[in-house]
């Protein structure tokens, strides 16, 4: 599978939708999702694969200090094949000349699979919300990766 990685876009909240209610818990609404591409501080990406189907999406919300990586989600089918790494190397590709800010997340404390991802990516865990969940009232690991030495435009 060839993916293409491109900004979200309107047209692709059917398929988010779908992607969304079958990844989380408790998933995001529509409207949250229509806010967040509207906004200029926001960086919404989106994996296609060869026959145009949207298979994966990572939105990350640009803040004082840090980008902040809001949600990624895969569809189940394509799990395990490189969608959602694809999507974190372009999003450090992204803000690399954005040497200043770090990029951060919160990820639950059971997600062994996702915690090990977003490792290699070189986010460390640096805390935990306790009850940050609303669904189960899990803690959320606080994950940071700090700006490397090489990300600033030259």
């Known amino acids: 599978m060839t993916l293409q990685l491109r900004r979200l876009e309107l047209g692709d909240m059917d398929a988010i939708e779908r992607i969304e209610r079958v990844s989380y818990r408790t998933p995001w609404s529509r409207s949250m999702f229509t806010s967040e591409l509207a906004k200029p501080s926001?960086?919404?990406?989106?994996?296609v694969d060869d026959d145009g189907s949207l298979v994966g999406y990572l939105v990350l919300s640009k803040h004082v200090d840090a980008w902040h990586v809001m949600n990624v989600a895969v569809a189940p089918d394509q799990r395990r094949r490189g969608v959602a790494s694809a999507l974190l190397a372009r999003?450090?590709?992204?803000?690399?000349?954005?040497?200043?800010?770090?990029?951060?997340?919160?990820?639950?404390?059971s997600n062994v699979g996702a915690i090990?991802?977003?490792?290699?990516?070189?986010?460390?865990?640096?805390?935990v919300r306790r009850?940050?969940?609303?669904?189960?009232?899990?803690d959320a690991l606080?994950?940071?990766?700090?700006p490397e030495p090489g990300d600033a435009a030259a």
Do not use: C, P
């Not at 926001?42 to 994996?47: D, F």
């Not at 999003?91 to 404390?109: F, M, N, S």
């Not at 090990?116 to 805390?127: A, D, M, N, S």
């Not at 940050?132 to 009232?137: K, L, S």
């Open 142 to 146: 606080i994950m940071w990766r700090d």
């Open 42 to 47: 926001s960086l919404s990406l989106g994996a």
């Open 131 to 138: 009850g940050y969940y609303t669904d189960n009232r899990e």
């Open 91 to 109: 999003l450090l590709e992204v803000t690399r000349a954005d040497a200043e800010r770090g990029h951060t997340l919160e990820v639950r404390v």
């Open 116 to 127: 090990k991802l977003y490792e290699r990516f070189g986010f460390q865990g640096t805390g």
